[in-house]
């Protein structure tokens, strides 16, 4: 296991990022910049920097439009797992990951969130002993039985970098052992703020600029819509609790527009689940559009923890169809409220949230994150 200290001389500089799945992209996109920011100053030692991308998410709308919306150089790799069981998947992501590391003298890998690929880069980076860093570290739901949850638990314990996106994230990892001075693997960890701020900020008025449009071609208009979205599998993958959000969501007194997961839409047509014309589906939609619809929506409904932050920085109330959320700063400052997915409970939810301006709010950073990151990743010294 590697442990790192700060130094006044960097290391070299050959890093790889390893995303697969559309949150990570939009971490990865500040990250490019600030990198291209440093090596555009004609930096003594500039970043070679290589992007892996597993295919976790193989839909063009969920990876290629995001690379280009977001101006995000092409993967140097693109492993093209595609979707199976996580078994098979994390299988295949290593093994076609493993030459490419194996490669060249790497001195960090980074991962990003709490994906397969998440667990993919970590495991890997840990077995042939390339520094690691962790991107979004220390959240946590308090849920093992989440595939989330334990992604984002092993790899901040085979992390020597985390980056955590607030205070209480931090603190998380200091429970468990890391970071500190008690710290016997020496791993450093830092509230670094939260990428997906810088994300958002940077294209906020490119999106601004695709709203009226886009509104105009799903005929809807401005707060008399809600926005929904479903993705994880403890949703998806119970036909019973899918079915209950849905009917409940089909209940509600505005039109819902639904950008339907490329997977979503397989788990409803296989489970025979049939919607009303309340809900208005959609297929995915790109990152600029998504912050249109999530600024201009009433209410935000969704399991997604990156759409929960989104809502937050945009000033939208956000209600959680999942037990518990990684995001309890929201849920303290009232901008989302986490009801589950008992019927009454999403009923209340929604006529319960209120608009504020919790974007002034600073728990995740002031949008320079990536700028503290790629600052960190060059004082940090493995050995």
């Known amino acids: ?80 797992v595609g979707s199976s069981s996580h078994g098979s998947q994390l299988a295949r992501m290593m093994q076609r990951m493993e030459p490419i590391l194996k490669a ?13 690929s998440t667990l993919a880069g970590a495991l890997l980076a840990a077995r042939l002993k390339i520094p690691l860093a962790h991107i979004e570290a220390g959240c946590r739901s308090f849920d093992l039985g989440q595939p989330e949850e334990q992604n984002r638990i092993v790899a901040d314990h085979l992390s020597q970098l ?17 970071g500190g001075e008690n710290d016997p693997q020496k791993r450093v960890s830092l509230m670094v703020g939260d990428v997906m701020y810088d994300a958002l900020l940077q294209h906020l008025t ?21 926005l ?16 209950a959000i849905l009917k409940t969501v ?20 296989l489970a025979g689940i049939y919607l009303n014309s309340k809900i208005r589906t959609i297929p995915p939609v790109g990152f600029l559009e998504m912050i249109a619809l999530e600024k201009n929506a009433l209410k935000i409904l969704t399991d ?16 959680t169809l999942r037990d518990q959320t990684e995001w309890p700063e ?26 504020s301006d919790w974007s002034k709010l600073t728990v995740y950073g002031d949008g320079n994150t990536a700028v503290r990151i790629v600052d960190q990743l060059l004082v940090a010294r493995a050995h």
Request: with cysteine; glycine share 6%; hydrophobic share 35%.
């Open 250 to 269: 089909m209940s509600l007194d505005l039109p819902v527009l639904f950008p339907v997961h490329p997977r979503t839409k397989q788990v409803l047509s």
């Open 104 to 116: 060249d003298r790497i001195n960090w890998v980074i991962v990003y969130g709490d994906t397969n």
């Open 206 to 226: 490119l999106a601004e600029k695709r709203t009226e449009p886009k509104l105009k071609e799903l005929k809807l208009k401005s707060k008399e819509y809600y």
């Open 1 to 80: 296991m590697h442990s790192i200290e700060n130094q006044t001389e960097p290391l070299g500089h050959t890093w790889v990022s390893v995303v697969g799945a559309r949150p990570q992209f939009v971490k990865l996109a500040p990250i490019c910049r600030a990198i291209e920011k440093h090596n555009a100053q004609l930096s003594e030692i500039p970043i070679d920097h290589r992007i892996i991308h597993t295919g976790q998410h193989y839909d063009r709308d969920m990876a290629e439009l995001l690379f280009e919306q977001m101006a995000i150089p092409m993967p140097d790799y693109n492993l093209a």
């Open 228 to 243: 929904l979205t479903l993705h994880r599998a403890e949703n998806t993958n119970n036909r019973r609790r899918l079915a």
């Open 304 to 319: 997604s923890g990156g759409v929960q932050k989104e809502a937050f920085y945009l000033g939208v109330p956000c209600i």
């Open 330 to 355: 929201t849920v303290t400052c009232g901008a989302n409220q986490v009801a589950g997915t008992d019927p009454d409970s999403i009923r209340e939810a929604v006529r319960g949230a209120r608009h």
């Open 162 to 178: 985390l980056l955590a996106p607030s205070t209480a994230a931090n603190e998380n990892l200091r429970r468990e052992g890391i």
